[in-house]
């Protein structure tokens, strides 16, 4: 399993930024995907999730500000960040759960890092 994240960069405040997640491995229509994020000096916190049924929820702090979905054709999980606050800059990781036999499994990206300048 590989989820390679990419379309982070600098940005100043009111920006947008999409960001991508290639995934392989998986048939990630079955899984549930989502994105985290981990600013200077935090702890990895949830931002976005999509479910295999299609269901989605976001942090507080992002909602009508940011969407996440999922392009079969491209096989990618996307985030599409508009209004971005410096409060936003941070590591973001893509994440997987994918169900196993018996338990469920974890899979990240390796991240990508989203500056917002005031």
């Known amino acids: 399993v590989q989820l390679q994240a990419s379309g982070g960069g600098l940005v100043q405040a009111g920006d947008s930024l999409r960001l991508s997640c290639a995934v392989s491995?998986?048939?990630?229509?079955?899984?549930?995907m989502g994105w985290y994020r981990q600013a200077p000096g935090g702890e990895r916190e949830f931002v976005a999730q999509i479910t295999s049924g299609g269901s989605i929820k976001y942090t507080e702090s992002v909602m009508g500000r940011f969407t996440i979905s999922r392009d079969t054709a491209r096989d990618t999980v996307n985030l599409q960040m508009n209004s971005l606050e410096p409060e936003d800059t941070a590591v973001y990781y893509c994440h997987a759960v994918v169900s196993g036999m018996n338990t469920d499994y974890d899979y990240w990206g390796q991240g990508t890092l989203v500056t917002v300048s005031s």
């Open positions: 491995g998986i048939d990630f229509t079955r899984d549930d």
